[in-house]
């Protein structure tokens, strides 16, 4: 059976690809992946691209909709590139999931019988996240902070956010009221015009209370930043619980979330986050720039999983690769003998060491710079008996397995972000450890996104 780009075919829906696409098989083997398609259901799709091997299309019309379906809550979707899966069941996210990480492990890393643990969902699925990242772009003629689009990656305004908590809502709204007032146009990091670049609010502490808040006003450089001050002022007269508004310039075009120098503060330089976990509480300043889980509901159950599968004594020395802010490293320093943290950001560490200093910990060390060239780089460093390991999406530098098959701690506690890499660099790490446990840990409900907590232990 041959297709064309245009065509409408009609497909049953057998699975979801990593991408959160549906995946339906023609007579002839092609694969073609439906956008915005759920398993069980039976669509028609418009054939948006066809290759040798797969296509690709967009759901047209549910001819007969999956049971996994349910209502979706935001008035942005399925427009909003935030939430590829709110048409799913969370418990059924939860499920393909889980199921995403196990067939990672056994197809990519060459990992068969892995035990997995029970799956650890959001407690929240709507309101969780403590950070967003809006991008301004110009719409009909004025700046406007929001998300991109699924389709064309445009920017669209989204003033009823789900994800997000409430307040967080509030100060974007009311940030894009105040838009036009400022006098300055959005950027263009295609032209390198323009002056408004990014917002980022935080909201951290709402486990426990209220919380803080940041607004983080990423701007191109300028002579004149009287216009983020004007925005500063305005927003923190509208919701003093605002603590901390940073003016921050980024003069790269390649478009991040992260100011390159720091212009202004108004309040404090950072919010404070608590995570209650299993016997201790462990406390996080964070800085504007600086990476935290965006889920702090879900953090807890996700650093409490690490801290039971660490289970560090007295004696025991551990190392947290790619530390950030000293999450991991932190989460186990009450009980551990001594902590050593790795990582490239020298913010980061500076974090980490404030951090370590106001939960009272006086054995935890932080070292910054990069772990590509090995582990070996600082002297004195002790053997560890034990590493946690957090990378970013790409997973573990080669060097970074090297050096922990050098240093051979008794046991390796992973945590991925990506369920591929994941599985790459547990088959590295093979022949010298037996992986004892895999669970799944969804903090970004409604997306495809999911982390994964590995115990290995040396053979």
Known sequence: MSIKRGEIIEVAIRDLASTGNGVARLPDGMTVFVEGALPGSRVKASVQRVKKRYAEALAAEVVERSPVEVKPECPHFPECGGCLLQHMDPAEQ???????????????????????????GSPDVWRYRNKMEFVYDSIDGQPVAGLRRRLDASVMPVPECRICTEKTAAILRRANELGPSLGRIAYNPKTGKGYLRRLVIRHHGTTSGEGELMVHLITATARDHSAAEKLGRALQADFPEITSFVHSTRKSRRDLAFGERIQQVIGQDSVEERLHLPDAEV???ISPNAFFQPNSAAAELLYGAVRQA???GPDDTVMDLYCGTGGLALALADKAKKVLGFELSKDSVRDAVRNAEINGFSNCEFHAGTLEHGLGQVKGVPDPDIIVTDPPRSGMHETVVRGILDMLPRKVVAVSCDPATLARDLG????????????????F???THVEAVAVLRRK
């Open 310 to 312: 660490a289970d560090p």
């Open 283 to 285: 406390r996080y300043r």
């Open 94 to 120: 939860l499920a393909w999931k889980t199921r995403r990480v196990s067939d990672a492990l056994e197809r990519i890393g060459g990992l068969e019988d892995v035990p997995a643990l029970t799956p650890i």
């Open 445 to 447: 409900p409604h997306t």
């Open 428 to 443: 590295r790490l093979s022949h010298a450890y037996a992986v004892e446990s895999v669970q799944a840990v969804d903090q």
